[in-house]
C-alpha cells in the first residue's frame, strides 16, 4: 500500500515537472498596456545626493583647521589631501587662512552651524539648471527640504536632500 501510494506521488511529480519543463521551453510571453492620461498630476519627490558633505566654496580657515581632516581634506599633520588639481589652488589658499590667531583657535566649532552654513542646500539657482513640469517651468521656490538633521543637511543617507514639491 505504501508503495502504491509512493509511486502515486512520484509518477504525479514527474508529471508536473515535465508539463513545467515543457511550458518553459516554449518561451511563452504576454504583454498588456493599459495607457491612461492622468491629467491632475503631483509635482514629484525628488532627492538629491551628493557624496560631498560639504561645498568647498563654502569653507572657511576655521572650518579647515577643525574639520578639515574629517572631510578629508587634510592628514593628521594639517597637509592637502587634495590630488593636483583646480581645486587645490582653492584648498591652498584655504591653508593661508588656517593661520589663525590663538584665540580664533580656541573659539568653539559648532558643526551644525558648519552644516547649515556649508552643507548641499537647495540653493537651486546653483543647482537647478532646468526645470518643467506638465509644461510649465519650475524654479527653486517650488522645492523645500523635507527632512534634516544637521540644518540644512538632510538625514538618511549622508549628502542625500529629500524634497517635495508643489501639488
Known amino acids: 500500500l505504501w508503495l502504491l ?51 568647498f566654496s563654502r569653507l572657511s580657515g576655521h572650518d579647515l583647521y577643525w574639520a578639515g581632516e574629517m572631510l578629508g581634506l587634510l592628514d593628521g599633520a594639517g597637509r592637502p589631501l587634495v ?29 551644525e552651524e558648519f552644516y547649515g552654513r556649508g552643507g548641499h542646500q537647495l540653493d537651486l539657482g546653483e543647482m537647478l539648471v532646468r526645470c518643467t513640469f506638465v509644461n510649465e517651468e519650475c524654479n527653486g521656490s517650488d522645492f523645500q527640504t523635507v527632512s534634516a538633521q544637521w540644518g540644512d ?10 524634497t517635495h514639491g508643489r501639488g
Not at 518553459?24 to 498630476?41: C, D, G, I, M, W
Not at 590630488?83 to 568653539?108: D, F, H
Open 83 to 111: 590630488p593636483e588639481s583646480m581645486e587645490r589652488s582653492r584648498l591652498e589658499s584655504l591653508l593661508g587662512t588656517m593661520a589663525l590667531s590663538e584665540e580664533e583657535k580656541s573659539r568653539p566649532f559648532d558643526l
Open 153 to 162: 543637511v538632510p538625514g538618511g543617507r549622508e549628502g542625500c536632500a529629500s
Open 5 to 55: 501510494a509512493f509511486l502515486g506521488s512520484l509518477g504525479l511529480l514527474i508529471h508536473t515537472y515535465s508539463k513545467c519543463v515543457g511550458l518553459y521551453f516554449q518561451y511563452p510571453h504576454s504583454t498588456q498596456l493599459e495607457e491612461e492620461v492622468a491629467r491632475n498630476k503631483t509635482f514629484p519627490a525628488i532627492t538629491l545626493c551628493n557624496l560631498n558633505p560639504a561645498r
